[in-house]
């Protein structure tokens, strides 16, 4: 069984930074890492995701703000998050897809932005 968990998560105004991260138990087959993000009432969302061969995509929304990159020797995918924006506060799953094993998810952080 993988195991996902998340740290970093908190509570800043409009304008900072802060980056979450987010270790496995499991870095032999993975796939890619993804974060994502859902705030009451609504469906979760991709926010970032990193294959294992480095390639990214971002939701529109974040692009040119949030950063993802992963660290295979520390097993461990990070967001940077720049320029926060009230919009931004939600809880923040990563997910970990394993090659023949299915997805993956971490138990979530919360991540709070104030005007």
């Known amino acids: 069984q993988v195991q996902l968990v998340e740290s970093g998560g908190g509570s800043v105004q409009a304008g900072a930074s802060l980056t979450i991260s987010c270790t496995t138990s499991?870095?032999?087959?993975?796939k890619a890492w993804g974060w994502h993000r859902q705030t009451p009432g609504k469906q979760r969302g991709m926010v970032?995701?990193?294959?294992?061969?480095?390639?990214?995509n971002y939701a529109d929304s974040v692009k040119g703000r949030f950063t993802i990159y992963q660290d295979n020797a520390k097993k461990t995918v990070y967001l940077q998050m720049n320029k926060l924006e009230p919009e931004d506060t939600a809880v923040y799953y990563c997910?970990?897809?394993?090659w023949g094993r299915g997805t993956y998810w971490g138990q979530g952080t919360q991540v709070t932005v104030s005007s």
């Open positions: 499991a870095i032999i087959g993975l």
């Open positions: 970032a995701r990193i294959t294992a061969g480095d390639s990214t």
């Open positions: 997910s970990g897809e394993y």
